[in-house]
C-alpha cells in the first residue's frame, strides 16, 4: 500500500524557516517524479514543487521559486522541502504528492498534509 | 501558464440525477504526437486529501466507479457524474500536467439538492 506521511509543519513567524519532511512507503520511490501541493485555508489546490526520481530535474512554482528547495534522497525514500523567507501567504496544508515515472503524469496518490501556518 | 478554469462554481443536484462539471484551459493541453490530453480530474472531500478520479482526460483511474467519467479534448472537458450517491459530495477539480506550473482549476463544489 502506498503511503505517504509528511511531518514538519508547525508556526512560524513572517521571514522564517521550515523544513517539510514527507516519509513514503509502499512503492519504489526511487522511480518516480515526487511533488509538493499546497491548499489554504478554504481554498483551492496550488502546485507548488516537482523533483524528477533523480533529482536531476527541478520544478518551481514562480510563487516560491528562490525561497523553496525540494530535495529527496532515494536511499531513505525520503522528500524534503526546505522553506525560507516565509509570508502569511505561504500558510497551507502542504501534501507530499507521487507524480509518474515522467515529468508529464498526473498525482495518483497525496499524503494527509502537514500545516504550515506564517504569523506574528 | 496555463490558466483552468471550472464551471459552475457549485451545482446542487438530487440523488440519481447527473452532474456535470466542465473545465477549460486556456491553451490546448492536446499533445499531438501521442494524441493524448493532458488533463486529470480530482476528487475531495472535507477533511481529506485529494483523490484522482481522471487522467489522459478520460481515463478512470483504478477503483473509481464508473458512473464517473470524463471527455473533452484540446481545451474542454468535462466531468460527468451519470447517477449522483451521496457519497460524491466533494470538490472537484480539474489539473493540467501538460506544462508546468501544473495548474488546478478553482474547483467545483458538488452538493446534493
Known amino acids: 500500500e502506498v503511503q505517504l506521511v509528511e511531518s514538519g509543519g508547525g508556526l512560524v513567524k513572517p521571514g522564517g524557516s521550515l523544513r517539510l519532511f514527507c516519509a513514503a512507503s509502499?512503492?519504489?520511490?526511487?522511480?518516480?517524479?515526487m511533488d509538493w501541493v499546497r491548499q489554504a485555508p478554504g481554498r483551492g489546490l496550488e502546485w507548488v514543487s516537482s523533483v524528477s526520481s533523480t533529482s536531476d530535474y527541478i520544478y518551481y512554482a514562480d510563487s516560491v521559486r528562490g525561497r523553496f528547495t525540494v530535495s529527496r534522497d532515494n536511499a531513505k525514500n525520503s522528500l524534503f522541502l526546505q522553506m525560507n523567507s516565509l509570508r502569511a501567504d505561504d500558510t497551507a496544508l502542504y501534501y507530499c504528492?507521487?507524480?509518474?515515472?515522467?515529468?508529464?503524469?498526473?498525482?495518483?496518490?497525496w499524503g494527509q498534509g502537514t500545516l504550515v501556518t506564517v504569523s506574528s | 501558464d496555463i490558466v483552468m478554469t471550472q464551471s459552475p462554481d457549485s451545482l446542487a443536484v438530487s440523488l440519481g440525477e447527473r452532474a456535470t462539471i466542465n473545465c477549460k484551459s486556456s491553451q490546448s493541453v492536446l499533445y499531438s504526437s501521442n494524441n493524448k490530453n493532458y488533463l486529470a480530474w480530482y476528487q475531495q472531500k472535507p477533511g481529506q486529501p485529494p483523490r484522482l478520479l481522471i487522467y489522459?482526460?478520460?481515463t478512470r483511474e483504478s477503483g473509481v466507479p464508473d458512473r464517473f467519467s470524463g471527455s473533452g479534448s484540446g481545451t474542454d472537458f468535462t466531468l460527468t457524474i451519470s447517477s449522483l450517491q451521496a457519497e460524491d459530495v466533494a470538490v472537484y477539480y480539474c489539473?493540467?500536467?501538460?506544462?508546468?506550473?501544473?495548474?488546478f482549476g478553482p474547483g467545483t463544489k458538488v452538493e446534493i439538492k
Open positions: 489522459w482526460a478520460s
Open positions: 509502499g512503492f519504489t520511490f526511487s522511480s518516480y517524479e
Open positions: 504528492a507521487r507524480g509518474g515515472y515522467d515529468h508529464n503524469a498526473p498525482i495518483d496518490y
Open positions: 489539473q493540467q500536467y501538460y506544462n508546468t506550473p501544473f495548474t
